[in-house]
């Protein structure tokens, strides 16, 4: 785990996300979960490559992520791709139900991280989906970036 000097400790990461994924607006959320999730969690044992949010009855859930079992967990530890709620204000999930029925957006999870006071965020994305020419478009635009750099390094 990677501790950050915004006073945060970064457990996960999604770079598939900013890939796949227009990012148009992100939020930070709590998660809901249990003593021995947090542990697995706080050791940096926790994926959301493949996974993503929706809003359901007023709530927002978190599926696909996948938060290995404690080691000392033995009987404690929970399902590991268990749905897992997201807690977020009223008027913030009322705007993500907005944007993602109306609008067709999708929301991803970008990163989770623990705060300076020791609580679990996951930092979520309202997000449009990339096609394969737009991919292949942000490459192009990143590697003429690298090699200008380098020329401007070189010249010097």
């Given at each position: 785990?990677?501790?950050?000097?915004?006073?945060?400790?970064?457990?996960?990461?999604?770079?598939?996300?900013?890939?796949?994924?227009?990012?148009?607006?992100?939020?930070?959320?709590?998660?809901?979960?249990?003593?021995?999730?947090?542990?697995?969690?706080?050791?940096?044992?926790?994926?959301?490559?493949?996974?993503?949010?929706?809003?359901?009855?007023?709530?927002?859930?978190?599926?696909?992520?996948?938060?290995?079992?404690?080691?000392?967990?033995?009987?404690?530890?929970?399902?590991?791709?268990?749905?897992?709620?997201?807690?977020?204000?009223?008027?913030?999930?009322?705007?993500?139900?907005?944007?993602?029925?109306?609008?067709?957006?999708?929301?991803?999870?970008?990163k989770i991280y623990i705060n300076h006071k020791?609580?679990?965020?996951v930092e979520i994305a309202v997000a449009r989906?990339?096609?394969?020419?737009?991919?292949?478009?942000?490459?192009?635009?990143?590697?003429?970036?690298?090699?200008?750099?380098?020329?401007?390094?070189?010249?010097?």
């Amino acid at each position: 785990m990677k501790k950050k000097d915004d006073g945060y400790k970064l457990a996960a990461n999604n770079k598939k996300a900013r890939h796949d994924y227009f990012i148009e607006e992100t939020l930070e959320a709590g998660i809901v979960l249990t003593g021995t999730e947090i542990k697995s969690v706080r050791e940096g044992k926790v994926s959301i490559k493949e996974s993503y949010a929706r809003v359901e009855n007023g709530e927002v859930w978190l599926y696909g992520m996948n938060i290995s079992p404690y080691k000392q967990g033995n009987r404690f530890n929970v399902d590991p791709l268990r749905p897992r709620k997201l807690l977020l204000h009223k008027r913030e999930i009322r705007k993500l139900i907005g944007k993602v029925t109306l609008q067709g957006l999708t929301l991803v999870p970008l990163k989770i991280y623990i705060n300076h006071k020791g609580l679990a965020k996951v930092e979520i994305a309202v997000a449009r989906g990339k096609k394969n020419y737009d991919k292949r478009d942000t490459m192009a635009k990143r590697d003429a970036e690298r090699k200008m750099d380098r020329a401007v390094k070189n010249w010097k």
